[in-house]
C-alpha cells in the first residue's frame, strides 16, 4: 500500500469537493492557502493543480454557503407564512396566481 505525502492527500481532496461538507471545505482551504503561501515563501512557482483547487474551492465553499442560507430563508418564510392569518394567506395566495396567469403566454 502506497502512503501518500501531505501534497497527494491535498490534492485528492481538492479533487473530489463534492464528497466534502463545508467545514471540512474550509479547513481543507486554509491548508491549501498554507501550502501555498510556502511556494511564496520559497520563491517557487505552486503547482497548477493547486492553483487551481484553490479556485475550485473557493467557488464551492460559496456555492454551498448560498445554498444554506436559501433553505434557511426558505424555512423562515415558511414559518412566517404560517403564522399569518388566513385573510392574508389568501390575499398573497390571490396575489401570486394573479402574477403567473400574467405571465402565461395565451394559446393560439
Do not use: C
Not at 479533487?15 to 463545508?22: F, G, K, M, S
Amino acid at each position: 500500500m502506497a502512503m501518500y505525502s501531505t501534497a497527494d492527500a491535498l490534492r485528492d481532496k481538492l479533487r473530489r469537493l463534492d464528497a466534502i461538507d463545508v467545514d471540512e471545505e474550509v479547513f481543507l482551504s486554509a491548508q491549501a492557502r498554507a501550502f501555498a503561501a510556502e511556494y511564496v515563501t520559497y520563491g517557487a512557482e505552486q503547482p497548477d493543480w493547486l492553483t487551481q483547487g484553490l479556485i475550485d474551492l473557493d467557488r464551492d465553499i460559496r456555492s454551498k454557503q448560498d445554498a444554506i442560507i436559501q433553505k434557511r430563508l426558505r424555512d423562515l418564510k415558511a414559518r412566517r407564512s404560517a403564522m399569518l392569518p388566513r385573510e392574508d394567506k389568501l390575499k398573497n395566495l390571490d396575489a401570486e396566481i394573479a402574477a403567473l396567469e400574467a405571465k402565461r403566454h395565451p394559446t393560439v
